[in-house]
C-alpha cells in the first residue's frame, strides 16, 4: 500500500483545514489507518485512527471533540477534518495504514507497516 498525505497548511488559531490520505491498491479496506503528528523537536505523537469498517475509531484526548477521522473505502481515502485549532497542532502529519491490529497497540506508531509522507500544518496564534 502506498499512502500521500495532503491538505496541509498555514491557517490561523481557530481555523480548519482537513487532510487527505490516499491510498494506492484494492486492499486498502484491509487496513486500520491512523494519523499521527511530530512537532519540532518532539517525537512523533498518535492523533486518530479508524478501523478497516470504519466501526471503531480512537482519538489523542487533546484533539477530541476538535478533530474528526473519516474513511471512503471506494475513495481509497482517509480524511482528518480538523477544527478549532491551535498553535499546539502545529506539526507535520503522517498518515499510516496497518493489518487489523489489537487495540492495545493502535496508537503506537511500530505497528503500521505503511506511511505516507507528512503534510505540514501550520497554526499561527
Known amino acids: 500500500v502506498q499512502l500521500q498525505a495532503s491538505g496541509g497548511g498555514l491557517v490561523q488559531a481557530g481555523g480548519s483545514l482537513r487532510l487527505s490520505c490516499a491510498a494506492s491498491?484494492?486492499?486498502?479496506?484491509?487496513?486500520?489507518v491512523a494519523w499521527f503528528r511530530q512537532a519540532p523537536g518532539k517525537e512523533r505523537e498518535f492523533v486518530a485512527a479508524?478501523?478497516?469498517?470504519?466501526?471503531?475509531?480512537y482519538y489523542l484526548d487533546s484533539v477530541k471533540g476538535r478533530f474528526t477521522i473519516s474513511r471512503d473505502n471506494a475513495k481509497v481515502t482517509v480524511y482528518l477534518q480538523m477544527n478549532s485549532l491551535k498553535s499546539e497542532d502545529t506539526a507535520l502529519y503522517y498518515c499510516?495504514?496497518?493489518?487489523?491490529?489489537?487495540?492495545?497497540?493502535?496508537?503506537?506508531?511500530?505497528?503500521?507497516?505503511?506511511w505516507g509522507q507528512g503534510t505540514l500544518v501550520t497554526v499561527s496564534s
Open positions: 499510516a495504514a496497518g493489518g487489523t491490529l489489537i487495540t492495545s497497540t493502535i496508537r503506537n506508531a511500530p505497528s503500521y507497516a505503511y
Open positions: 491498491g484494492r486492499t486498502f479496506h484491509n487496513y486500520d
Open positions: 479508524i478501523r478497516r469498517n470504519g466501526n471503531s475509531i
